[in-house]
T-cell receptor
Framework: DSGVTQTPKHLITATGQRVTLRCSPRSGDLSVYWYQQSLDQGLQFLIQYYNGEERAKGNILERFSAQQFPDLHSELNLSSLELGDSALYFC??????????????FGPGTRLTVL | AQTVTQSQPEMSVQEAETVTLSCTYDTSENNYYLFWYKQPPSRQMILVIRQEAYKQQNATENRFSVNFQKAAKSFSLKISDSQLGDTAMYFCAFMKPGNTPLVFGKGTRLSVIA
């Protein structure tokens, strides 16, 4: 158990809908990262937050947004869903400092299926 | 931009044997971190081993060890005494210093055969 929790485990929804994925980082970790794992694109970085502030953006679509709350949990919002958004979404957390403490630990993921 | 290449999409090994998974990367950074993550059928991403580029000594974690060749930009993972539970997808990942995201390779699917 990495200490990172994600809910829900599975999500099935229809095209055009909006969903919210939730992540709680390990105790003490300030950085949260979101990654998308799809069959054709592999593991891709979406967005990072550090202590409530957006830190870095990767290949995140405009239909997707995220935030990190004062208690450090994070939510990833996916809207106007398309079939191609079906994927496994991972949250990872790290201490957010330098060196080996920046090792990222992953949650169990949320499997999103868009029908 | 950094890239990570895993040239072996699939590998298999007999139980109790040793197997080596390859990874090469491209970067202009002098200091960075390299990781191997394991993704078993449960789909959980599990950290296997970590290497800091400024350390010349190769990292070891029980049956897992790496061969880090900085000049060649190579970072291979050796699994000794392979066990059925080692069956998984293995991802090599690169991280720049500081609070930065991981860049992953496409993975190597390892099957351990009884």
């Amino acid at each position: 158990d990495s200490g990172v929790t994600q809910t829900p485990k599975h999500l099935i929804t229809a095209t055009g809908q909006r969903v919210t994925l939730r992540c709680s980082p390990r105790s003490g970790d300030l950085s949260v990262y979101w990654y998308q794992q799809s069959l054709d694109q592999g593991l891709q970085f979406l967005i990072q937050y550090y202590n409530g502030e957006e830190r870095a953006k990767g290949n995140i679509l405009e239909r997707f947004s995220a935030q990190q709350f004062p208690d450090l949990h994070s939510e990833l919002n996916l809207s106007s869903l398309e079939l191609g958004d079906s994927a496994l979404y991972f949250c990872a957390s790290s201490a957010g400092t330098s060196g080996a403490l920046n090792t990222q630990y992953f949650g169990p993921g949320t499997r999103l299926t868009v029908l | 931009a950094q890239t990570v290449t895993q040239s072996q999409p699939e590998m298999s090994v007999q139980e109790a044997e040793t197997v080596t998974l390859s990874c090469t990367y491209d970067t202009s950074e002098n200091n960075y971190y390299l990781f191997w993550y394991k993704q078993p059928p449960s789909r959980q991403m599990i950290l296997v081993i970590r290497q800091e580029a400024y350390k010349q000594q190769n990292a070891t974690e029980n049956r897992f060890s790496v061969n880090f060749q900085k000049a060649a930009k190579s970072f291979s993972l050796k699994i000794s005494d392979s066990q059925l539970g080692d069956t998984a997808m293995y991802f090599c990942a690169f991280m720049k210093p500081g609070n930065t995201p991981l860049v992953f390779g496409k993975g190597t699917r390892l099957s351990v055969i009884a």
